[in-house]
Nanobody, 122 residues
């Protein structure tokens, strides 16, 4: 599986961005998909994941109520809608995929996109 993330950029606090991650392959619907982020000097943390054929979603505590993950299996794409952005959301955002039991831990994921920078100014 190859993943291509897009949609990052510079936005003011309170604004919105929508990230997209296009995946190659014919078995996209069978993969659990996640968005993680990593700020300089920090670990890569879960932002959101959609797992078990899209039936269950998970969110990091800091983004609950502001971010929404979704997937379109017909387009082999997973999205991350980010609203009410804060300066602390500034990071490189990575999309990821795993086939199997993993869902919320970065160490569980097998495939990673190249990352897209999100910068939120105050």
């Amino acid at each position: 599986v190859q993943l291509q993330a897009s949609g990052g950029g510079l936005v003011q606090a309170g604004g919105s961005l929508r990230l997209s991650c296009a995946a190659s392959g014919r078995t996209f619907s069978t993969y659990n998909m996640g968005w993680f982020r990593q700020a300089p000097g920090k670990e890569r943390d879960l932002v959101a994941a959609v797992c078990w054929s899209g039936g269950i979603t998970y969110y990091g505590d800091s983004v609950k109520g502001r971010f929404t993950i979704s997937r379109d299996n017909a387009k082999n794409t997973v999205y991350l809608q980010m609203n009410s952005l804060k300066p602390e959301d500034t990071a490189v955002y990575y999309c990821s995929a795993v086939s199997g039991a993993g869902c919320t831990l970065a160490s569980e994921y097998d495939y990673w996109g190249q990352g897209t920078q999100v910068t939120v100014s105050s």
